[in-house]
């Protein structure tokens, strides 16, 4: 029986660029720590858009990466996962903009 292997490219290509945009949102975070807001948002907007953009990314992105790998594994076109999953992920760290929310709404 033969088994023909299945190369995986854009999947872990997202992952690995995904890993780095999390770390920069953590960072942010933890930056906001660090200044004295030990938990919730000490009822600032603009802490809690930084929040929740880590949160978001957070819930998912692994979600939508789970999704790609399915997709690439079946042999599905990577480039419609390509086109179709780039647009949707690059929204969800944008969140804390208000001009980038109507963008990805409207996409």
Do not use: K
């Not at 490219?9 to 975070?29: C, D, E, H, I, Q």
């Not at 079946?74 to 996962?81: A, G, L, N, Q």
């Amino acid at each position: 029986m033969l088994t023909e292997e299945i190369a995986m490219f854009v999947t872990p290509l997202y992952a690995g660029l995904l890993t780095l945009w999390f770390m920069l949102l953590s960072v942010r975070v933890m930056n906001l720590r660090r200044r004295g807001i030990a938990f919730g948002d000490g009822g600032d907007i603009g802490v809690t858009r930084i929040i929740r953009a880590q949160a978001n990314f957070a819930e998912y992105v692994p979600l939508a990466l789970l999704l790609m790998g399915f997709l690439e594994v079946t042999r599905y076109s990577i480039s419609v996962v390509s086109q179709r999953y780039s647009n949707r992920i690059s929204c969800l760290s944008e969140m804390c903009s208000m001009s980038s929310a109507t963008t990805c709404a409207s996409s």
